[in-house]
């Protein structure tokens, strides 16, 4: 598309991506939300569609059995997947834009072929960098790795992981060398049913309930040294960069949620009628809907623009912050409103808007809290 294009026209073959997901997750995924969010399961079969589409290896080459496509076909379908059920938005987004990305960039040609068709086939991945006692500090890191032979033996606990029930592959972060504090933090590819290694206690959560987030414990866990990915000691490096860039698909995970809160809010409010006419009538409840589309539309030009820039190969740094920041707070804020639009109706499980305010919360906390966003939008305007 031309230099010039505004950024939300998409090109013919984003539009048919586009169209075809969107038809999918109203399809197959919306008959189940509800019913995924009180089991807090995400269905196999869906999943097994997710891979039939393409959706679980975007990026991946065609000659390992993948789409590849591009960077912003897989915000794309973040934010589609999302707009129905946040939950499969994450599930495809540590898919592409955490793991994927990292192996395209990182991992060599034997760990490609190995690992690539298998991502792009039928095996979840995850992404393991999360700790008790360390959370925005990434860097604090307690699981240790050391080298024996030709493997490598980790201990430690990680928490938080998403994907971590369903995964068969894991980026597991570890620290080689303590002494040199980050510079010793290093990245392994860890298989399921490794010895040493477990997947522990689900967590009960407020929103994504669909999606997985488990402890995993690692205790005299042998990784062959084949399975470090990147250099040893550069860990610290692939999980910046790959954050860096997830944060923008989940930029795509809140304007999602968002545009599907704002769709309900707008259909129920010409349908519901007070006082002898629709309440969409009322200036007040325009108002909101109104400032409801604004925001929405200020967050989606925030994400794309990042998503573009990341695709130019131009520096997106500061623009991912951004759009992380604000599209996570316009998603509650719109959520919100679609509550009260929808009034006490909304507050129960009968109507969706409840879940997606549910959902919302989580986009200012993962993948970099809202404060850490401010940070680095900061730290990069003063130099």
Request: net charge negative.
């Amino acid at each position: 598309m031309p230099d010039s294009a505004p950024l939300t026209q998409l090109s013919e073959d984003e539009r048919l991506f586009q169209s075809e997901i969107r038809k999918f997750a109203r399809e197959r995924i919306a008959p189940h939300v509800r019913e995924m969010d009180e089991q807090a399961h995400f269905r196999e079969d869906l999943l097994r569609e997710l891979f039939a589409l393409g959706l679980m290896g975007i990026e991946i080459p065609e000659r390992f059995g993948g789409q590849e496509g591009t960077f912003f076909q897989a915000v794309l379908a973040v934010e589609e997947l999302s707009a129905v059920d946040p939950a499969a938005g994450v599930i495809v987004d540590v898919q592409n834009t955490l793991v994927i990305n990292a192996l395209l960039r990182w991992a060599n040609d034997a760990q490609k072929q190995h690992y690539l068709p298998r991502l792009a086939k039928d095996t979840v991945a995850s992404y393991a960098l999360s700790e008790a006692g360390s959370g925005s500090d990434a860097f604090a890191l307690q699981t240790r790795a050391r080298l024996e032979g030709d493997h490598y033996v980790l201990d430690g606990r990680k928490l938080w992981i998403t994907n971590a029930g369903e995964a068969g592959v894991f980026l597991v972060f570890a620290n080689v060398n303590p002494e040199a504090g980050y510079k010793g933090i290093t990245c392994f590819l860890v298989e399921r049913g490794s010895a040493g290694f477990q997947v522990g206690r689900k967590e009960d959560k407020l929103g994504i309930r669909a999606s997985s987030t488990c402890e995993l414990i690692l205790d005299n866990c042998r990784v062959p040294a084949a399975n470090v990915i990147g250099e040893v000691g550069k860990g610290y490096k692939i999980a910046i960069e790959t954050l860096n860039e997830g944060r923008i698909a989940i930029g795509g995970q809140m304007i999602g949620l968002a545009r599907g809160a704002l769709d309900h809010a707008l259909a129920y409010a010409k349908q519901r009628k007070q006082f002898g006419k629709p309440i969409a009538e009322f200036q007040a409840v325009q108002l909101d809907l109104a400032e409801m589309a604004t925001d929405l539309e200020a967050a989606r030009l925030l994400v794309y623009n990042a998503a573009r820039l990341r695709e130019s190969g131009a520096p997106f740094l500061k623009e991912a912050a951004m759009a992380k920041y604000f599209s996570s707070k316009i998603a509650e804020e719109v959520a919100s409103r679609a509550v009260e639009i929808f009034g006490g109706v909304g507050f129960t499980k009968d109507y969706p808007v409840e879940k997606l305010y549910r959902d919302a919360k989580i986009g200012r906390i993962y993948e970099g809290t809202s404060n850490m966003q401010r940070v680095t939008i900061a730290k990069q305007m003063l130099g």
